[in-house]
């Protein structure tokens, strides 16, 4: 991790898209990229998603305020998802995406460690246990940069 504050700072300098890479324990690789908006500490780093493209179904909330949270702060929206779902997060519900869990393997898949390790579950679709994941960010207007 960069660092919510550092990412911040970079942000609130222009538009920016976020794009989320990841791969099963199979090896295939997906990805889904959003516009996105990222408030500052006296918002709890609350984020803003909006769908652009990619080759996996949506998994997070477009166009709702998310908070970052972490066991010891946790969000307004589910406050328990931190203490169940281990790693900091912009949770909404706890079953639709945790990329900062545990590293879980398949042959640890259990129920109980598979909500606690890195996957991606959109509502009506497959439960993506991870083996990798990326989040970049860049700039809408990479001729500015």
Known sequence: WLGLKKIYSITKQGNYLLRIELQDWRGNRRHIEYSFSLGGPSTNFTLQ???????????????????????????????????????????SECEETNLNGIYVTPRSRGRLDRGKGLYWKPKKGRYYLLKSTKIMIHPTDLESF
């Open 49 to 91: 998603l909006a769908r652009m493209s990619g080759s996996i179904p949506n998994a997070l909330p477009e166009h709702a305020e998310l908070r970052f949270s972490t066991a010891e702060h946790g969000g307004d929206r589910a406050p328990e998802c931190p203490q169940s779902h281990p790693g900091g997060w912009w949770h």
